[in-house]
């Protein structure tokens, strides 16, 4: 049996995981959970994942969830990923844990809590937090920071200065791939002075497509409708 | 030249590296950054750890930080850790793995702000935000449930069932120690409906001891001056 991949491309930690098994040539079967439908929330989908979050994957008779894991899994476990992705070794894989779980509580919080309080939130029935997206931003920055006085020293190409990428910037770059759905001003403001992270981002891109490209084409097609939705949104406040 | 761990216990993955060290008889010494005293923000220390967080370490001419990094790497690189703390095997690995990501935007992102704006804050020259705490508790109640609900089905021992602690098991626990710190009120409204994760952080810490007690000594040896600052700090609340 196939291996399945529940996704959302709307979900950067989604997009990561498909553009990982694509690139690698993995047999798999991309299954749609729309999450603006709320389909992670319904009962058939909670058996697969408790957590109601995508991606999650099936494989045979094993489920997993979490991307980072999930990550780590199809490199462990599929013979065809080549070894620069998660490396066997000890060091260079214990650098990129560094990385994956600082990830979460640094850049990955500020992102998410940034895009939903500036452009998703009406598309999910909740409310823009301007506070939450001050806040958010200051983290994001600082995130931004971090990676290329850390990470992308010198002329670095990947993360930890490797010739190849791995699943950290793979994971890393979708999640800054995410700020395509803001508003151009926004965005632009997020990124103008992190010069470093854009080539970096470039390089993710180049060493993955034509697949990085294709599973991002969804930010282009939503970005229309969902700042159409923000307009009304922003009358809607302004009127109260 | 031996492993280097340098940790303050009052920080909870700080208190799980210690605990896993000395529970695999890891032949390390402990060097204490002082959190309260900012000592994670001097150049010394920004030099072993540039995001200024403790714990890290040293292991000949190798720097690691981040936690469930360093628990991994020691798993995999000190000859004497038992097989259950990591397991070899493929597929509980990954589930160890999934529980490990999961933890760090759940019950991590909760506790910590929780903990921080009902006690910490005060010591770290910050004011508590009831607001916060109370977001918090939420996000800490939630994620208590699910962990009873997910990985500690039926009369399961250990998370996932496991017969042994894996360093998942280690991780949370500590968190889940953190509550400690707390006024009685509050921890016992935070944890008087979870008696499984009661029974649970027991069986860790039955499992570990007797450096599990003998290391989370510092937390009711900090509680009453905590509490007293507290006092002061509401009091001085209390007057603007």
Request: net charge positive.
């Amino acid at each position: 049996m196939k291996l399945k991949v529940y996704a959302d491309r709307i979900s950067q930690p989604s997009r990561a995981v498909i553009i990982f098994c694509k690139a690698n040539a993995v047999d798999f079967e991309e299954v749609r959970i729309n999450l603006a439908k709320k389909e992670n929330q319904t009962p058939e989908f909670k058996e697969i994942n408790p957590m109601e979050q995508v991606p999650a994957i099936i494989d045979g008779r094993f489920k997993l969830f979490e991307s980072h894991a999930i990550l780590r899994y199809i490199a462990y476990s599929f013979p065809g990923v080549a070894d620069h992705w998660y490396p066997a070794d000890v060091f260079i894989r214990a650098k990129i844990n560094s990385i994956l779980d600082w990830h979460h509580l640094n850049l990955r919080r500020g992102s998410m809590k940034f895009v939903m309080n500036t452009v998703l939130a009406p598309a999910f029935g909740r409310r823009l937090n301007p506070q939450s997206a001050s806040e958010a931003e200051k983290l994001v920055s600082s995130s931004l920071s971090k990676i290329e006085s850390v990470w992308l020293k010198g002329d670095a190409k990947f993360l930890l200065g490797n010739p190849h990428p791995s699943i950290a910037d793979l994971s890393l770059a979708c999640e800054i791939m995410q700020f395509e759905l803001l508003p151009d001003e926004d965005r632009e403001r997020l990124l103008q002075h992190h010069p470093k992270i854009l080539q970096w981002v470039k390089n993710v891109k180049n060493a993955t497509n034509p697949y990085f490209e294709e599973v991002h084409s969804v930010l282009y097609k939503a970005k229309p409708s969902l700042l159409e939705n923000l307009g009304a949104a922003g009358r809607r406040t302004s009127k109260l």
